[in-house]
T-cell receptor
Framework: AQRVTQPEKLLSVFKGAPVELKCNYS??????LFWYVQYSRQRLQLLLR??SRESIKGFTADLNKGETSFHLKKPFAQEEDSAMYYC?????????FGTGTRLTIIP | DAGVTQSPTHLIKTRGQHVTLRCSPI?????VSWYQQVLGQGPQFIFQ???????GRGNFPDRFSARQFPNYSSELNVNALLLGDSALYLC????????????FGQGTRLTVV
């Protein structure tokens, strides 16, 4: 069975400080990993996916198959980064989401 | 482009009733998926349809059913509603179903009383 774990429900970071949102997954095979974000009063939207290996809004995430992790990182937090972040694993037309981490950037 | 649209936005039903939720995908998208999001949890996969055929089903009881129409819009039906069915129901569309980017609607907030 596939499973995604986000150990932190809440995370507060000062503006300008580095951010790391943790995500671990359980899946036997080649997973496709995503980070979705939901800003206040907006719909859930894709932030980035591991296969594209790009940086979006300063965020990056590296797939570590040895540690089965896909942590989301940003070197310098900005106030507009405050949102709900979900890590998701995609396989066979199905996305399995973690429980999410609410990130709050303190001015 | 209007994005994925869902209707209604809010709904209150009584236990035992039936409900139909609707979703219109982004123009050109042939895949529609449904998710249930209970408060404090991440979205949980219910169904996925591609080209009008069911391609995936999550761990939900048979009270949940769905279909996709020739114009690729979709309906989610839930029979014999329980209090535990209260949740935000999300629809997502994508060009293809195979782990391509899913675009989500705003959701339908269902409250069962």
């Amino acid at each position: 069975a596939q499973r995604v774990t986000q150990p932190e429900k809440l995370l507060s970071v000062f503006k300008g400080a580095p951010v790391e949102l943790k995500c671990n997954y359980s899946y036997s095979g080649s997973p496709e990993l995503f980070w979705y974000v939901q800003y206040s009063r907006q719909r859930l939207q894709l932030l980035l996916r591991h296969i594209s290996r790009e940086s979006i809004k300063g965020f990056t995430a590296d797939l570590n198959k040895g540690e089965t992790s896909f942590h989301l990182k940003k070197p310098f937090a900005q106030e507009e980064d405050s949102a709900m972040y979900y890590c998701a694993l995609g396989r066979n037309e199905k996305l399995t989401f973690g429980t999410g981490t609410r990130l709050t950037i303190i001015p | 482009d209007a994005g994925v649209t869902q209707s209604p936005t809010h709904l209150i039903k009584t236990r035992g009733q039936h409900v139909t939720l609707r979703c219109s995908p982004i123009s050109g998208h042939k895949s529609v998926s449904w998710y249930q999001q209970v408060l404090g949890q991440g979205p949980q996969f219910i169904f996925q349809y591609y080209e009008k055929e069911e391609r995936g089903r999550g761990n939900f009881p048979d009270r949940f059913s769905a279909r996709q129409f020739p114009n690729y819009s979709s309906e989610l039906n839930v029979n014999a509603l329980l209090l535990g069915d209260s949740a935000l129901y999300l629809c997502a569309s994508s060009w293809r179903g195979e782990n391509t980017e899913a675009f989500f609607g705003q959701g339908t907030r269902l409250t069962v009383v």
